[in-house]
Structures are given as C-alpha cells and as structure tokens.
C-alpha cells in the first residue's frame, strides 16, 4: 500500500520515469509488431501448390545455413517420378526461375523482381494464373506476359535475358505478373532444379501429400507445405527482410539503452530529493531491506503502468513505422500490420524490467540513508563521489577506451555497431564520474562575473558546487542526446567523406559500365565492351577442409591471367578454409547441380577486386545460364563510345559516389531515426528532471524570496544555473564520442586506403544542443514561476512571506557560509 500510496503523492517525480518507459515500450512494441510481420510469407504465385519439394541447404562460411544446392536434372528425373505416384498429387510441376524483363521503346521497364520473373509454362499453374487471351507458348520465340504490361497478344516484344534483348511474339496474357516461356526454354536459362512444386487431387489435404511426398524425397531435401512454403523466397525480397530488420533492430537497442539509462538516472535524482522522507522512514523503524524494496516496487509499478500505456501507443504507431520503412524501400511487398501478443507481452515484460533494473542504483543509495538524516537539511551533498562510484566509474571508461580503439581494427562488417557500443559504454562513464567535472566548471565559468557584485554567480557556484551529484543527474539526458547525436551525424559524414573517396582513388584510370534500371549486365553489353574486368558471379558449393558442403562465391574471370579452362585461382583464407594448395584439385558444385573438378593452379594474396576464387568465364556461364555480369571496368583509352539500351558508363568518381549514394540514403535514415529518438528521450527527461528539482527546492526560493530576492532575479537564478548543467553535459556529451569516432575514421583510412579525418555536422549538434537548453530552461522557468506564485499565496495567508514551512537558510544560507 506505501508503494501505491507514494506513486500516488508523488506522480510528478516519476513522470519523467514513466513517459521514459512508455515511449521504450512503444518503440519496442512497434518494431516487434513490424518484425512480427515481415516474416517470410508464401508467395502469391505458389499459392497453389499443395507441397513443394526443396533441396537440402547448404551452410555459408560461417556455418550458418543459407543457399540449398539444386538437383541436377539427372538427379531430379527419378525424383519427379516417385513424388508424381505419390497418393492425391494431381500433377508435378517443376519451378525455375531466371532474369527475364521486358523493353519498351528500348528502355528497361522498372521491375524490382526482374532477376527471377521468367518462369515455365507449367508454373502459372501454381498461381494459379488464367489466360486473358491467346494461348500457351509452344516455341522458343514466344511468350505469355502479364496484361498489365499492355502488350496484346500477336505483337512483338523485345525480353532482355541473359543472353541479351531478344525478340519474342506475345501469344497470350495472364491475370499475374511474370514472363512466361516454353518449359524446354527455362529448363535452359536455369538447368538445375531449386523446387519441384505438387499439385493436389481434390478432397486431398495437403498434409497427407507432404507425409507422402517426405518419403520419396529421402534424404534428398525437405518437403514443406502450409506456410513451410515461404522458404523459397526471391532473393531481393530476403534483401529488404535483411534491411528492415537492421534497421528496426537498431532503433529498439537504442531504444533500449536510452530508457534504461534516462529511467536510472530519473529515479536516482527523485532518490535524492526525498532523503529526508527515506530518514524519517528509517526513524520509525524501517529496515534497509524495506526501504529498496519500497523503491524497487515503485519502479515496477511505474514500469506497469508505462508498459501498458506504451503498448497501446506501440500499435497505434505501427503504421506509421511500416509507412516509414516502406518509404525507405526495405519491407518485403505488400508488407500489412499484423498484431500478435507476443511482441505485446515481450514489450510489457522488457518495459518492467527495464525500469526496475534502472532502480537498481536508486534503492541501493536510498537503502543507506541513515536514521539521523530525517533532521538534516541535506546529507546527498555531503560527499561528490562516492567509493562505489569512482571505481564504477573509471572501470566504464577504462572498457570504453579499449572499445574506442577497437572500433579502429574492428572490420567493415562490426565498426559501427563496435562505434555506437563504444559511445554507450562512455555515456554511462561520464554521468558516472559527472559530479566530478560539475564542481570546478562551475566555478571557472562562474568566477568573470563574481566582480559585478551580483549574488547570483555566487549562488549558482555555490549550488552546483554544494549538490554536484543532483546537477550530474541533470545533465546525464544531455550527455546521451549529445553523445548520440555527435556520434551518429559524424558517422554519417565521415563515411560519406571516406567511402568514395576510397573507391574513386582505386578506380582512377578507368571508366565503369553499370546496369541502368536492371539487375545486371547480359553478355550482349560484356561483348560490346571487349576490354576490361568483367566479372561473372555465381554461388558454386565445395566441401570444406571438414568435408561439410559449403556454399561459396565463385567468379569467372575473362582476364588472361585467370581464364584458364579447368583452373582455378585461390586468395589464401579460401585455400586454408578448404584444406587446399596449389597443383591440388577440388570439386565444385555449380547452380546446374554439376560436380566438375578443377586444378587450384595458383594461391595468391586476398584481393576483394580479384575475388576469393576465380575460375575460367567459359566454365561458369557453362554451369550457371542464368547469371549475369557484375559492373564492367574498363580502362580510360577503351572508354565505349557507345552505350547499350540498359547501361550507363561512369567515370571513377561519379561511379564512386553513385554506388554509395544507395547506401547513404538507408544510413542518413537510420541516423536521423536514432537521433530523434535520442533527443526525444533526452528531452522529455531533461524537462521533467528540471521540473523536478525545481518544485523540490520550492522552500529554498520561498527564503530566497524573503531575503529580498525578486521573481526576475530567482529567474534569471534558475535559468544560469541550467544553463551551465546542460553546458557540462553537452561538452561531456562531445567528448565521449571523438574516441569512437576518430577509431572509425582510422579504420575507414586503412579500409579504404584514402586519408580520413574526423567529419562532424556542427549544425545538427548545434540544433541538439540548443533543443536541449531550450527545454531544460523552458521546463525551469515554468516550474520555478509557479512554485515561487504558489508560495507566495501560501506565505500571504500564512501571514509571512516564507509561511510557516521555512526552514532555515537554504540555498542563500549556504552561499553565504561558503563565501
């Protein structure tokens, strides 16, 4: 009841608390809803299958399962015709999948799933999709397309595939999307066989085909049905899952950290200002133990109360953040908001948790408060730094200097995740060891004024002097809001300074032929542009020095050096992961399901530009019909002078620019995401933490007030003084990220072998800065005028101006008895 009771008196101390974990529990909730939708789902042309049966996966690198190994059609013949006896499977059909995308008016229609639209004939079956008009392809030059494209039936169409633009006759149209040829024709852009689809007798259920058809298949791979079937997804569509999860990843672990350490240092600061109430508690025979289990139970019931509201506003937000998102092009399509409980009930329960764990620190410092301090004005004061403080303290900065510096060597994949880590550990640090710096910035800030002859300097020196360990706790929000905004905007800028310049210096010389509108180059642009790398990319799958099959990338090369029938060329981390050396051979698994052995002729030093393991051009085009060529380097004295429909041909620096600019677009979202919720964090708790101490010291104004003080001096009072916490925290704010941010850029210089400094946006830090003082001294004066009105009405019926609550000297008192 004291827990209820007191939440119930004192809702003002904890609202900062409670919006803190309101807004965490929102935020959790909504990217969980968002996660929790964007699940894989079963694509909508393969809704009409009552079973597919899918190769066995293969692992990546990592040992962590990724691409399935197609069957050759040798392996698939006898397979086709165990599942086409299995009981209630009406027919089998065999999907393929390959890079089909029409030309109007010879420009590329925009198709984002160009790379897998052409299909068989027999796959519209899965859809099922209707014929509009015409009737099925039956040669090799004709093609069903989707009526949307607006091409009728009897017409010429120009399909770019790999080969290149080729003319097709349109013979029909169907109600889907796609590009649909001879069975014979795709069996020939794609000769491996990644699923093997079942259609169903009626009255069959689909469970009953999938027992069935488990047992044909063996061994051999997996028979999945019902949503089972969303394993085989587009790849692009796995991209954009890949992006969003990224991204909305990082928003609920900021999230996270931000209410966790806005919660504990909201909590700590009310801990302090109710030390006389936990004294008297103490006097009248309350335990230590009773005392941090009071705060404890008023952080959970906080924490319940913000957890409930917060998942409210959590799916309420939802289409917004999947708005969002889609505007930023990473959610699978047709992405709809789906509300589960479990991302509610994990919200709520992280929402408590959080804030019982941020009160931790409060109930330990509220359970050592003594008996005798019930009669003192105040003993928080009494000591800076306590012993627990200092070790904790300088332990936090000690690991985050070692991760700074770790942000230098750590790898492209793990640097800016290694740079926010590093930037958390430190804000914890500093408002760790905050109350140390508060002292002496105070007075060195406060000492040009002191020969005006005003008290106001000598007060406020005084005060943050007296109470530095309230003033840290006012400006710890700040230091998160600066720290994060520092270092995410000065991420952003250090990376668009190094990533093109880094690119443009190793591509001096040489222009670039680039798909335009298109998902690759086809060997018709490789054979207008002779000269130069042109690489040939495809997932090929070799056993390891274990002997576990393992898929890899593989490049064809028509370099000289390396395009050599039968051979093969090595970096050495790929020879020492597969237990090979040169003159060794290996086998190797290609897309059409074919096992080739080739002789490892050469192990060479790691070169990202050369590829890990590079092979005869010939060899993979042979295995793999289907792949088309990455970007075409081609030196500047071999510059084409003409462009084939579909390309674009760049210099090394706009290439450069072009090619991060797709990712700078995602990585400026994120950072702004990240720094509004920063800052919104912050805000709310540098307002409210300002209120707070504000009303507490209402009886110290009260004095002020009656020795003569006017309501513009407490004012102006008020107002120096929150200046100068938000100017610690704001300066504690910017160093603890240079460390982060200089050990990124060093490792930007080595990665990118281009001179990199340290780049900062001083208008966002600016704008994060101010928006902090603002709120922080709006919430003060506001607070500071209301309290002062609301005493002065009491002293008057009182009949005194202080009433009869004065108690002592207060702040004035003791900026005396220190000067």
């Known amino acids: 009841m004291l827990v209820f009771a007191n ?68 392996e698939a013949r006898p397979l086709i015709d165990k599942l086409g006896a299995v009981p209630g499977v009406a027919s089998v059909v065999v999907d393929r999948s390959f890079y089909a995308q029409a030309f109007l008016d010879d420009k590329p229609v925009e198709d984002e799933g160009a790379l897998v639209a052409g299909h068989g004939w027999s796959s519209a079956r899965l859809a099922p999709y209707k014929l509009v008009t015409g009737r099925a392809p039956a040669a090799a030059d004709e093609v069903v397309v989707d009526r949307a494209l607006g091409v009728a039936a009897g017409k010429k169409l120009t399909v770019n595939i790999t080969k290149g633009r080729t003319e097709f006759r349109v013979v029909g149209t169907v109600d889907g999307p796609g590009y649909y040829l001879t069975d014979d024709f795709a069996a020939r852009q794609e000769p491996g066989v990644g699923a093997i689809a079942l259609l169903a007798d009626k009255g069959t259920s689909a469970g009953d085909i999938k027992s069935g058809a488990a047992g044909a298949v063996g061994d051999r791979g997996t028979v999945v049905s019902g949503e089972g079937r969303s394993a085989l997804q587009p790849e692009y569509v796995e991209h954009k899952r890949f992006l969003g999860t990224q991204l909305i990843g990082a928003m609920a672990t900021l999230g996270l950290f931000t209410t966790v350490f806005v919660v504990a240092s909201m909590l700590v600061l009310a801990t302090g200002l109710r030390r006389r109430e936990i004294g008297l508690l103490r006097m009248i025979g309350a335990s230590p133990r009773q005392v941090r289990r009071m705060i404890l139970g008023e952080a959970g ?104 510096i770790g942000t230098a060597t750590a790898g492209a994949d793990t640097r800016i995740n290694m740079a926010i880590f590093a930037t958390m550990v430190l804000i914890v640090a500093a408002a760790l060891l905050a109350p140390v710096f508060v002292g002496p910035v105070g007075r060195a800030l406060t000492t040009p004024f002191k020969r005006l002859g005003s008290a106001a300097p000598l007060l406020v020196r005084a005060e943050l002097s007296a109470n530095s360990r309230r003033a840290a706790s006012l400006a710890a929000p700040v230091i998160a809001a600066v720290g994060f905004a520092v270092l995410l905007s000065g991420m952003v800028e250090t990376m668009r300074v190094a990533y093109p310049a880094g690119d443009a210096l190793k591509l001096m010389g040489q222009v670039i032929v680039t798909s335009d509108k298109t998902p690759g180059n086809t060997d018709e642009v490789v054979a207008a542009n002779p000269v130069g790398r042109a690489a040939l990319p495809s997932r ?26 039968g051979q093969a060329v090595l970096g050495e981390k790929m020879a020492d992961f597969l237990g090979v050396k040169a003159g060794d051979e290996h086998a190797v698994r290609f897309a059409d399901g074919a096992r080739v052995k080739v002789r490892i002729a050469q192990v060479l030093p790691d070169d990202p530009a050369r590829g890990d393991f590079v092979m005869s051009r010939q060899l993979v085009r042979e295995h793999d019909p289907a792949a088309l060529t990455d970007d075409i380097f081609v030196p500047m004295k071999s510059k084409p002078t003409s462009v084939v429909p579909g390309t674009a041909v760049h210099d090394a620096v706009q290439f450069a620019l072009d090619d991060y600019a797709t990712d700078s677009k995602l990585t400026d979202s994120l950072a702004v995401m990240l720094i509004v919720i920063a800052v919104g964090y912050s805000g709310i708790a540098v307002a409210n933490s300002m209120a707070m101490t504000a009303h507490g010291r209402r009886r110290d104004f009260a004095v002020m007030k009656s020795a003569g003080g006017t309501v513009r001096q407490l004012l102006m009072f008020s107002v120096a003084e929150t200046t100068l916490v938000v100017a610690v925290g704001a300066a504690l704010g910017v160093l603890v990220t240079l460390g982060p941010l200089a050990g990124m850029a060093s ?23 101010l928006g902090s003082l603002v709120l922080a001294t709006a919430a003060s004066v506001v607070v500071t005028w209301r309290t002062m009105r609301r005493e002065a009405g009491r002293g008057e019926r009182a009949g005194g101006p202080g009433g009869p609550g004065g108690r002592g000297p207060g702040l004035a008192g003791r900026a005396d008895r220190r000067h």
């Open 747 to 769: 490792g930007l210089s080595q990665a990118t072998s281009a001179q990199v400094g340290l780049h900062l946006d001083l208008s966002a830090i600016a704008a994060v800065i």
């Open 540 to 565: 090929a799958f070799v056993r390891d020095k274990d002997g576990t099959l393992t898929v890899i990338d593989a490049l064809g090369s028509r370099d000289a050096c390396w395009n050599k029938p």
């Open 301 to 404: 019931l906080i924490g319940l109360l913000g957890a409930l509201a917060g998942c409210l506003v959590g799916v309420a937000a939802a289409p917004l953040l999947r708005n969002i998102l889609q505007g930023l092009d990473v959610t699978p399509p047709e992405l709809s908001v789906q509300v589960a409980m479990w991302p509610l009930f994990t919200a709520a329960a992280t929402g408590v948790g959080v804030s019982v764990l941020g009160a931790w620190s409060a109930s330990r410092m509220a359970a050592r408060v003594a008996p005798i301090e019930a009669l003192l004005d105040s003993r928080a004061n009494s000591r800076t730094m306590s012993r627990s403080r200092w070790i904790g303290g300088l332990v936090v900065l000690g690991l985050g200097v070692v991760l700074a």
């Open 7 to 74: 939440v119930r008196e004192r809702w003002t101390s904890f609202l900062a608390a409670f919006v803190a974990v309101l807004v965490g529990v929102a935020l959790i909730t909504t990217t969980l809803i968002i996660y929790d939708s964007s699940r894989p789902k079963v694509q909508s042309r393969l809704s009409a299958a009552a079973a597919l049966a899918i190769p066995a996966q293969a692992v990546n690198q990592d040992q962590t399962p990724e691409d399935r190994v197609p069957w050759s059609p040798d």
